[in-house]
């Protein structure tokens, strides 16, 4: 069973930053491919970025250049650094992680991730 806990939400004005984290309770962690969602009220949840067990990231088009997903095998966390923040980022943000090894955010637009945290509200105003 994987326990993922985000933190590090909040308000921020627009053309600011945040950092959210998550730490991760898993034996396999440095197996999995992990990530972040998001879902602003009224809209469906979607994939903000994704990070494999290697290494290699990917992200949603409407965040490119704007957020960094990094990965800390050794210390089981995860972490989304958002610069340039804008009112359209305000969405709760979730830490996920996969089964796999490998995923990307296209392949979660297919089949979501199974293993979900509680999510961390993110403000922008």
């Known amino acids: 069973h994987v326990q993922l806990v985000e933190s590090g939400g909040g308000s921020v004005q627009a053309g600011g930053s945040l950092r959210l984290t998550c730490a991760a309770s898993?034996?396999?962690?440095?197996?999995?491919?992990v990530g972040w969602f998001r879902q602003a009220p009224g809209k469906e949840r979607e994939g903000v970025a994704s990070i494999d067990s290697a290494g290699a990231s990917t992200y949603a088009d409407f965040v490119k250049g704007r957020f960094t997903i990094s990965r800390s095998n050794a210390r089981n966390t995860l972490a989304l650094q958002m610069n340039n923040l804008a009112s359209e980022d305000t969405a709760v943000y979730y830490c996920?992680?996969?089964?796999?090894?490998?995923?990307?955010?296209?392949?979660?637009?297919?089949?979501?991730?199974?293993?979900w945290g509680q999510g961390t509200q993110v403000t922008v105003s």
């Open positions: 996920v992680a996969d089964r796999r090894p490998h995923c990307t955010v296209n392949i979660w637009r297919r089949a979501a991730p199974p293993h």
């Open positions: 898993a034996d396999t962690y440095s197996d999995n491919c």
